[in-house]
């Protein structure tokens, strides 16, 4: 005995216009198909052309950067931190480049307290005044001069020397040589 029920009938395809062909998710995924296309074919062509040629980037150093005069060097031990205080916007920067072409390093540039520095002063802030005297010697200030040389020290600086810039800059004129120098 045979069911009776509805009778199947045959579904028919759908016409998908052009227009919902080509929107939403169809075409990020054709574009995304493109893409990837592109760069397969960017990708062999380059492969087959042996890659990308990468020039030599090995330069000499020339003999006044060379490490062996930097380890020679006395001034290579001292910590130094230079201190702005006369006002006059980068010009720490410009005294830590000098220092540093000198072979002395330079851990920390920044403002000092004030600006109201007349005179340029060293100070020592851990033992050994032949440090002071070496920085003082570099910025052709007389190490007699209790003025300009000053026995500070301070266990919680990580610094051997403080540079605090006065607003006598302008007459240390190893720096002004120096800057002179710079393009």
Excluded: W
């Excluded at 990020?28 to 062999?44: N, P, R």
């Excluded at 230079?82 to 920067?93: E, H, K, M, P, R």
């Excluded at 990580?158 to 393009?183: E, N, W």
């Amino acid at each position: 005995m045979a069911v009776k029920g509805r009778r199947k009938k045959p579904r028919r395809k759908s016409k998908i216009s052009k227009n919902q062909f080509l929107s939403g998710h169809n075409f990020t995924i054709i574009l995304l198909g493109f893409t990837s296309m592109a760069f397969l074919a960017s990708v062999l062509d380059r492969h087959s052309r042996g890659g990308l040629n990468i020039p030599n980037f090995r330069q000499e150093v020339p003999v006044a950067l060379s490490f062996k005069q930097y380890d020679d060097s006395l001034l290579r031990n001292i910590e130094v931190e230079v201190l702005n205080g006369c006002g006059i916007s980068g010009l720490a920067q410009q005294f830590t480049d000098y220092l540093r072409d000198k072979h002395v390093d330079v851990v920390r540039t920044e403002n000092a307290d004030n600006f109201n520095y007349d005179k340029t002063i060293v100070i020592l802030r851990r033992d050994g005044f032949e440090k002071a005297e070496q920085v003082a010697r570099l910025l052709d200030l007389s190490t007699r001069d209790s003025l300009r040389v000053i026995v500070k020290p301070d266990a919680s600086l990580l610094t051997d020397i403080t540079v605090v810039i006065g607003s006598d800059y302008l007459d240390i004129s190893p720096v002004q040589r120096f800057l002179a120098m710079q393009p």
